[in-house]
């Protein structure tokens, strides 16, 4: 894929309602890239993920316009993580970049990925506004506090210590992201891609950066941000049970069973203090025990049996996570190895066409449209230098 020296770089740009937006900010990003061509070369993803507004009607204006852009039109609204699976599936670049065609972090962003993860040949490079050196501007109270917080709960379960964990805004080595095998549709596909980076031991770095809604708010009433608060914090937690599943149950039980052991360590010194004046016989000391505090043994009993199934779940899910790492990594070193055999390009990973299976979603009534859709967006043969 490098081309006199330049490697070739596949921008991937979900769009979902973005009418308001979407034009000015796309004109925005190719002029920056056309900055950056002495260096790269470059294509363009704009996934137009079943917008209902006129997004759709943009997005066709853009691909007319600009020869580098390439545009796949969701029938419905997958999802974030299926127009990230999309886009992987189709794309040809050495290196992947996700943005949000929001512009929620400006265009600079993207050199800074490149130049990071071309000098520290990582798989995964995170834009991080919440590490040391990264800044916020502007961004609503509500939303700011959810999102350092739901970051700063999948940082204590992840392993690492990164900063931001849910951030789209990325750069990818391509034959690795090809590689993934991803199953999330929604944003929960931020934290599993960081996830299965590791699971493969794939090279993970962070970078500062300046999250600023400054152009959103300047939209004002065109645009709407498309977060849906409540299923992002289920998935968040979800996330968070995924990367670490025996800490999510095995840290409850413990201190489920220490409460046990106080409550039922009490009703033993209360056994105790009624044994002798029940004459020494240890069923009417019980049973006195039990006349006086009936609610204190239930919820003794109750606790202990639970912290015990607590633990012995969390030890089951911590061998489970084990053996889901082993497969998933055997996995995808025999697909390593089965593609080094097959009649694949040195340089690429998976062929477009051969993508399609693994990006299509399986269960959809409307799989062959948007296989249309695929098809469509996919070149002709190789593609040219100028589409490059």
């Given at each position: 894929?490098?081309a006199?020296?330049?490697?070739?770089v596949?921008?991937?740009?979900?769009?979902?309602?973005?009418?308001?937006?979407?034009?000015?900010?796309?004109?925005?990003?190719m002029?920056?890239?056309?900055?950056?061509?002495?260096?790269?070369?470059?294509?363009?993803?704009?996934i137009?993920?079943?917008?209902s507004?006129?997004?759709?009607p943009?997005?066709e204006?853009?691909?007319?316009r600009?020869?580098?852009?390439?545009?796949?039109n969701?029938p419905?609204?997958?999802?974030?993580?299926?127009?990230?699976?999309?886009?992987?599936a189709?794309?040809?670049?050495?290196?992947?970049?996700?943005?949000?065609?929001?512009?929620?972090?400006?265009?600079?962003h993207?050199?800074l990925?490149?130049?990071?993860?071309v000098?520290?040949?990582?798989?995964?490079?995170?834009?991080?506004?919440?590490?040391?050196?990264?800044?916020?501007?502007?961004?609503?109270?509500?939303?700011?506090?959810?999102?350092?917080l739901?970051?700063?709960?999948?940082r204590?379960?992840?392993?690492?210590?990164f900063?931001?964990?849910?951030?789209?805004?990325?750069?990818?080595?391509?034959?690795?992201?090809?590689r993934l095998?991803?199953?999330?549709?929604g944003?929960?596909?931020?934290?599993?891609?960081?996830?299965?980076?590791?699971?493969?031991?794939g090279r993970?770095?962070?970078?500062?950066?300046?999250?600023d809604?400054?152009r959103?708010?300047?939209?004002?009433?065109?645009?709407?941000?498309?977060?849906?608060?409540v299923r992002?914090i289920?998935?968040?937690?979800?996330?968070?049970?995924?990367?670490?599943?025996?800490?999510?149950?095995?840290?409850?039980?413990l201190?489920?069973?220490?409460?046990?052991l106080?409550v039922?360590?009490?009703?033993?010194?209360?056994?105790l203090?009624?044994?002798?004046?029940?004459?020494?016989?240890?069923?009417?000391?019980?049973?006195a025990?039990?006349?006086?505090?009936?609610?204190?043994?239930?919820?003794?009993?109750?606790?202990l049996?639970?912290?015990?199934?607590?633990?012995?779940m969390g030890?089951?899910?911590?061998?489970?996570?084990?053996?889901?790492?082993?497969?998933?990594?055997?996995?995808?070193?025999?697909?390593?190895q089965?593609?080094?055999?097959?009649?694949?390009?040195?340089q690429?990973?998976?062929e477009?066409r051969?993508?399609?299976?693994?990006a299509?979603?399986?269960?959809?009534?409307?799989g062959?449209?948007?296989?249309?859709?695929f098809?469509?967006?996919?070149?002709?043969?190789?593609?040219?230098e100028?589409c490059?």
């Amino acid at each position: 894929m490098h081309a006199g020296g330049r490697p070739l770089v596949t921008l991937v740009l979900p769009a979902f309602n973005e009418a308001g937006v979407l034009e000015a900010n796309v004109e925005f990003v190719m002029d920056y890239l056309a900055s950056l061509e002495h260096r790269y070369r470059f294509e363009v993803l704009l996934i137009n993920d079943g917008s209902s507004d006129e997004s759709g009607p943009i997005a066709e204006r853009l691909r007319r316009r600009f020869d580098t852009l390439r545009l796949i039109n969701h029938p419905l609204n997958f999802g974030l993580g299926q127009a990230f699976k999309t886009a992987f599936a189709v794309s040809r670049g050495d290196y992947v970049i996700t943005f949000d065609v929001d512009l929620s972090y400006a265009p600079e962003h993207i050199g800074l990925l490149l130049e990071t993860i071309v000098r520290e040949r990582a798989k995964l490079v995170l834009a991080s506004a919440y590490m040391p050196g990264g800044k916020v501007t502007n961004v609503p109270w509500r939303r700011h506090v959810l999102s350092r917080l739901g970051n700063r709960f999948l940082r204590f379960f992840a392993r690492g210590g990164f900063s931001t964990l849910t951030c789209m805004v990325r750069a990818y080595d391509g034959p690795f992201v090809r590689r993934l095998f991803l199953r999330s549709t929604g944003m929960d596909i931020m934290p599993e891609l960081v996830q299965k980076t590791m699971i493969l031991n794939g090279r993970i770095v962070e970078v500062p950066a300046h999250l600023d809604w400054s152009r959103q708010l300047e939209a004002g009433p065109r645009r709407s941000s498309s977060m849906r608060v409540v299923r992002h914090i289920g998935s968040t937690l979800v996330s968070g049970f995924i990367f670490r599943p025996f800490v999510m149950l095995l840290l409850p039980g413990l201190l489920l069973f220490l409460f046990s052991l106080y409550v039922n360590a009490w009703v033993v010194y209360e056994f105790l203090r009624a044994l002798p004046g029940a004459g020494g016989q240890m069923h009417l000391a019980a049973l006195a025990v039990y006349s006086d505090h009936p609610q204190t043994l239930f919820i003794g009993t109750l606790s202990l049996v639970l912290s015990v199934q607590l633990i012995g779940m969390g030890a089951m899910s911590l061998q489970n996570a084990r053996y889901f790492k082993d497969a998933y990594y055997m996995g995808s070193e025999l697909r390593r190895q089965l593609e080094r055999l097959g009649p694949v390009d040195s340089q690429s990973t998976i062929e477009p066409r051969a993508a399609l299976e693994h990006a299509m979603p399986r269960a959809s009534p409307i799989g062959s449209e948007l296989r249309r859709e695929f098809e469509r967006a996919l070149p002709d043969g190789s593609p040219s230098e100028d589409c490059r």
